[in-house]
């Protein structure tokens, strides 16, 4: 087994309890680490042989463009489509963390972490 990790993917993006927050919009940043079998791909040299980061980029930025309440609910759709579209995959883990959330307080970020195994 392998790790692939795409490591703080930047979207701006309309999640949120309050209405503000899905009007005004907010910074996010994303993680992704998936584990594979990349015993091919180290001997091929062929992207058709691995985890193609590129895709991985392009569901976190499609699905976080989807409003949510939830982060949780966000995280969730992103590893449900990795598994779906990524079959090589066995093992992910998703984090979302909202920049600067509006709450009272001095708070850099919050960030909800999802460890997913495939089929589950």
Do not use: W
């Amino acid at each position: 087994m392998g790790i692939i990790r795409v490591d703080n993917i930047r979207v701006y993006a309309y999640h949120g309890c309050l209405s503000e927050e899905t009007k005004i919009g907010s910074d996010y940043l994303v993680n992704v680490e998936v584990k594979a079998d990349l015993s091919k791909a180290i001997v091929s040299d062929a992207l058709k042989d691995t985890v193609d980061y590129v895709h991985i980029n392009r569901i976190v930025v499609e699905e976080m463009g989807i409003p949510s309440k939830l982060l949780e609910h966000v995280a969730k759709r992103i590893g449900d489509r990795i598994f779906k579209e990524l079959p090589m995959v066995k093992k992910a883990r998703i984090s979302v963390a909202k920049v600067n959330p509006p709450i009272n307080g001095d708070v850099q970020k919050v960030l909800v972490e999802l460890s997913l195994k495939r089929g589950k």
